[in-house]
């Protein structure tokens, strides 16, 4: 598959947009709901967990909590996985559950965002990869 293919197939369609950020993966962007993201925070790098997914990088603990890190990049297959100055962790809560996302940037999104930008239903990929939120942030 080409790079960026997976999150082509992933987008969703989005009938009643509504507020959303914008995260960039290597040369491509892809929105999700906002009412999901608790935090942005600067990259941090995990510590490594035995047995996990190729996506996922590792925990690391936020206020106490351990969170499971999904390199989305890695998931979708849009860019490599490099760590620089602007890459961030985007955090979410999910089904009570705060899970992070590693992406290459993210930015609130404009209204013009919430129909050009490729939608991807967040909850459901983490799902469809095998990590429900609740099993992810066990």
């Known amino acids: ?3 960026g ?14 507020p959303c950020v914008v995260l960039r993966l290597g040369g491509h962007a892809c929105a999700i709901d906002a009412h999901l993201v608790q935090e ?6 995990p510590t490594a967990v035995a047995g ?8 690391v603990s936020i206020r106490g909590a351990l969170v499971p890190v999904v390199d989305l990049r890695m998931l ?8 620089d100055g ?4 985007v955090l979410l809560g999910l089904h009570g559950r705060t899970v992070g996302l590693v992406a290459d940037g993210a930015r609130a999104g404009s209204p013009a965002d ?8 967040i909850e459901a ?3 469809d990869a095998g990590m429900s939120a609740a099993r992810a942030a066990s």
């Open 86 to 89: 602007g890459t961030v962790l």
């Open 114 to 121: 919430e129909l050009a930008v490729p939608h991807i239903d």
């Open 52 to 59: 996990m997914p190729h996506f996922v990088e590792g925990v």
């Open 76 to 83: 979708l297959a849009c860019g490599s996985a490099r760590h």
């Open 125 to 127: 990929l983490l799902s």
């Open 5 to 18: 293919d997976s999150l082509s197939a992933r987008a969703t369609s989005v009938r009643d947009p509504g």
């Open 1 to 3: 598959a080409r790079t």
């Open 40 to 45: 942005l925070r600067a990259y941090e790098p």
